[in-house]
């Protein structure tokens, strides 16, 4: 039915809006497709636990001879630093998370 309005139309209506079709089709298919994406930010369902985009994940870790293995201050301290790691993935992830919401809002309004 509606192949059969648009083809009723004078030619250079009908041009412009097969176009605008065309436009609007790969404009909702980007916005489905970034919906995707953003539900991936929350809880990894096959796993239990957190997403973390690839772009966010460090191997991190510090390191020291077999000798000092057990000391107290490198093991508070590479603790320490895994928290920092820790740190850093969560509020990467949350600033990400806050785009992905933010891009698909402004590509509604486009």
């Given at each position: 039915m509606l192949r059969a309005v648009i083809e009723s139309?004078?030619?250079i209506f009908?041009?412009?809006i097969i176009e605008l079709?065309?436009?609007s089709l790969t404009h909702s298919s980007k916005i489905i497709q970034?919906?995707?994406s953003l539900s991936c930010f929350g809880e990894c369902t096959k796993l239990n636990v957190p997403f973390v985009p690839c772009s966010t994940?460090?191997?991190l870790e510090l390191t020291t001879s077999e000798e000092f293995q057990d000391d107290l201050t490198f093991t508070n301290l590479r603790d320490e630093l895994k928290a920092h790691v820790s740190e850093f993935q969560n509020q990467a992830t949350a600033t990400m998370r806050k785009w992905a919401a933010a891009k698909i809002m402004l590509l509604k309004i486009k």
């Open positions: 139309q004078n030619t009908k041009e412009f079709a065309n436009n970034k919906q995707a994940r460090i191997n």
